[in-house]
């Protein structure tokens, strides 16, 4: 895709996203916000329970912006869950230390009916007013995200009642009883919708679908159960709020991350740790924008190794519209100095020299 050099004025980052390239590109990490970070334990302590704090604005808003006040990143995230939809809908929510989240119990058909007459807007209004407080404290320049998770990976948290340990065990669910999986789906795209529209009427700027559990699908599966439902999502998005931009993040599909590049409803695609980013430049950019690929370990890592591998992303997508981030979020042992180093190594542009130096 032909990339126009982008301005300096206004959010770099949604400059990227409608398609223009940079010298140095935006950048903003999947889990900026959380454990990795003192000042995140430390609210976390304050306010009890995780969902507690997604449910207090003025908490949840103070750890959206933690990571820009200390980084100077280009986009804030908004500081919630993927799992507050479910929790909306009625499904009660847990998180236990060290296992992850647990719902319980798991959705059952008969439950179907329930969820649909569910309004999830009113439920998740602390949400909204996360968004909106943290819109009025960030900066023009930078950007807001909004997010949900997409229907697949929510329907997996919804039917096992925990992270997924195997996710054959859904897909084999649906190949037994495809009717009742595509009936969940359905209502997660409508409920999924109302939230977003929401977030964006309260400042959002840009959105990202996540499908984490997406990796492991044969191609026709993917689409019915991945593809569509994440696509069906954006387009309503976009009739009702025609101007925000939908990154997608289908976790772990491979080739397949083309038939995502390739829908008039995706603006960016977001690549993960096994993708190879001269395939991405190649197969991807061409397309819509790429976003990410960086090995979260390698920034626990730090050092030599990571500014290596931060030198071969960078010049790999060196002329396209590029947002620089990870290939998955930022784990509990990443060292917030590190973090640090990344942001002024990307920021000093040296990684072009050092691309010349390995070629002597
Ligand atoms: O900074 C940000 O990225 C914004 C906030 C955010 C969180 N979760 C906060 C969070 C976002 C965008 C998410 C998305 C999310 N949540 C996903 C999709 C992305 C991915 O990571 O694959 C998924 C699958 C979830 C579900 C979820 N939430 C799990 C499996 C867990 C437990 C695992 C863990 O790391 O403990 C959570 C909890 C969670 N969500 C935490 C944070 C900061 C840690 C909770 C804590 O503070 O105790």
Redesign the pocket.
Known sequence: MEAPEAKTTASLFLQTLGGASSTIPPMW???????YLPE??AL?EKAGS?LD??FSPDMASE??LQ?IDRFDLDAA???????LIPHALGQSLS?V??E??QLAPPTRAADLDAYQKRDVVEPLSPVFETVRKTRERLADDKALIG?A?APW?VAT?MLEGR?SRDPSVLRLRYYQDPDFITSLMAILVDKTVDYLIAQIDAGADAI?L?D??AGGLPRDVLKVLSLDPMMAISKAVKKARPDTPVIM?P?GVGEKAVDYALSPQTDAIGVDTAMEPSWAREYLSRHTVVQGGLDPLVVVAGGDMMREAVSAILNQFDGAPYIFNLG?????ATPPEHVADLVAYVRSGDWRSAKKDARR
């Open positions: 990490f999947m889990r900026q916000a959380g454990r995140y334990r976390r995780f704090l997604c750890v959206t990571p995230i908004l500081f919630a869950d993927i799992l998180f230390a060290g992850g989240p997010f998770g990976t948290y992270s990202q996540f984490t559990w993040f976790k998955h979020g930022f784990v509990p």
